[in-house]
């Protein structure tokens, strides 16, 4: 009975027992793994590992990128630059039927190729959009479902706080996953626009159209938002043309955000306490959750459960496409009571390992790799969309309140529709995510 696989199929357990009496994640990781390290070996064994993980963890310079382009995100949003972009979109194509929640979703997809969190997308704009679209006679359901939609863009379109997880745990390189997403997000940008002119469509209401703005509006509106293209521009084209690494890029955009918010008189003194305090919090949370995955990794490891795991996968008596679409399955039931990052840091660990080793499309072992990173990924932003728990439909029903969350569900599941034939497409079809990581 106290065999290492039992004892690591007890810490699973007690691991979603904590998750479900909403301990939080990182303690919810932390304390089965450090139970069960000391279970298979000992307790002066579990307090050597201690007195060195943390700093082990946290001292990986590699990391320093997440609190940077965290920083980048907030000095974008307290700097009106989501505003701005919002109101660019909706100046070119608010006059159309469902136009302004199409410039939510243009407006998101822009304001991820800052900010690199889905939650924070999100919220975000919902600030920005949702009172424009309920002003113009916008329907609660289009609106709050487009909204936390266009929010998955945030970690899918580069820079990605997940994905830089995903290379860390992984050991890619974190410019070519960057790369490996652009095609992926611009289909699903493109995809959702297709999804609310069809629903507009077909249910008239819930969109009415809006006036045509002059052409002084649109050129005015174009001048404000080149700052954030001079940003895309420098960050993303020094660190793809080898001119510095993505931790240097994400310091260089930080900076850059935060000149433009001081230039344009927006970052006072209030605006840099919430950014920098919003930027510490987070940060603290993602590291929290390192270390409880750490301890969790550590114990399984002890157990042999990955090696276990990667032997079983790989004589399982299925075509190896299968295997990848299980796991796939899995992550959309972990969506429901996990968030991305303590998604990827649980079960990369043990999964990666194990898809390495399966023959799929007879790609090598690099382009595999970051293939499979981009369909996790697109897969965890379904997770946060789809009921009952997508964590950013409560984060966008917490902005909009009159809205009840069973609208937002009913007005989700056609860009969810759309999102599982990207899946699909992506799953069969990898040169679709590949052929830019080839030209590099």
């Given amino acids: 009975m106290n065999s290492p696989a039992v004892i690591g199929l007890c810490m699973f357990a007690l691991m979603l027992i904590l998750m479900a009496v909403r301990v939080p994640i990182a303690a919810a990781m932390f304390i089965p793994g450090a139970?069960?390290?000391?279970?298979?070996?000992?307790?002066?064994?579990?307090?050597?590992?201690?007195?060195?993980?943390?700093?082990?963890?946290?001292?990986?310079?590699?990391?320093?990128?997440?609190?940077?382009?965290?920083?980048?995100?907030?000095?974008?949003?307290?700097?009106?630059?989501?505003?701005?972009?919002?109101?660019?979109?909706?100046?070119?194509?608010?006059?159309?039927?469902?136009?302004?929640?199409?410039?939510?979703?243009?407006?998101?997809?822009?304001?991820?190729?800052?900010?690199?969190?889905?939650?924070?997308?999100?919220?975000?704009?919902?600030?920005?959009?949702?009172?424009?679209?309920?002003?113009?006679?916008?329907?609660?359901?289009?609106?709050?479902?487009?909204?936390?939609?266009?929010?998955t863009l945030g970690i899918l379109i580069p820079p990605s706080v997940p994905l830089v997880v995903y290379a860390i745990l992984t050991e890619q390189n974190i410019a070519k996953l960057f790369a490996a997403a652009i095609v992926p997000g611009i289909l699903a940008a493109l995809g959702y626009l297709v999804v609310i002119a069809v629903y507009c469509k077909w249910r008239p209401g819930l969109a009415p159209p809006s006036e045509k703005a002059s052409p002084s509006v649109r050129r005015s509106a174009l001048w404000k938002i080149w700052p954030i293209l001079m940003i895309f521009l420098v960050v993303f084209g020094g660190i793809y043309g080898g001119i510095f690494s993505p931790t240097e890029g994400a310091a260089i955009g930080a900076l850059m955000t935060f000149a433009v918010g001081m230039l344009r008189g927006e970052l006072n003194a209030g605006a840099m306490r919430r950014a920098l305090l919003s930027t510490a919090e987070t940060s603290a949370m993602v590291f929290m959750i390192f270390l409880g995955a750490d301890m969790m990794n550590a114990a399984l490891a002890l157990s042999a459960m990955p090696t276990r795991v990667a032997d079983w996968v790989t004589h399982l008596p299925v075509a190896p496409v299968v295997v990848v679409m299980t796991v796939m399955v899995l992550y959309v039931v972990l969506g429901c009571v996990m968030d991305e990052l303590s998604m990827l840091l649980l079960t990369i660990p043990v999964i990666f390992p194990a898809v390495m080793q399966l023959d799929l499309w007879g790609l090598p072992p690099d382009l595999k790799a970051i293939w499979f990173g981009i369909l996790v990924l697109m897969t965890v932003g379904i997770g946060l969309i789809a009921p009952p728990v997508g964590l950013n439909v409560y984060v966008v029903n917490n902005l909009a309140r009159e809205v009840p969350m069973s609208e937002t569900y009913k007005g989700v599941f056609p860009f969810l529709a759309w999102d599982a034939l990207r899946l699909l497409l992506l799953l069969f079809s990898p040169g679709i995510c590949l052929w830019l990581v080839r030209m590099m």
């Fill in 35 to 151: 139970l069960g390290y000391w279970a298979i070996n000992n307790e002066m064994a579990l307090f050597n590992l201690l007195k060195g993980s943390a700093v082990a963890r946290l001292t990986v310079y590699e990391l320093s990128v997440i609190p940077l382009f965290l920083l980048m995100g907030n000095f974008a949003t307290q700097g009106g630059l989501s505003r701005d972009l919002f109101r660019a979109a909706s100046a070119f194509i608010g006059h159309v039927r469902g136009g302004l929640a199409m410039a939510a979703i243009l407006s998101a997809a822009a304001f991820g190729a800052v900010c690199g969190s889905s939650v924070a997308t999100s919220a975000t704009i919902t600030q920005v959009a949702y009172p424009e679209m309920k002003a113009h006679g916008y329907q609660g359901r289009l609106s709050t479902a487009t909204l936390a939609t266009g929010g």
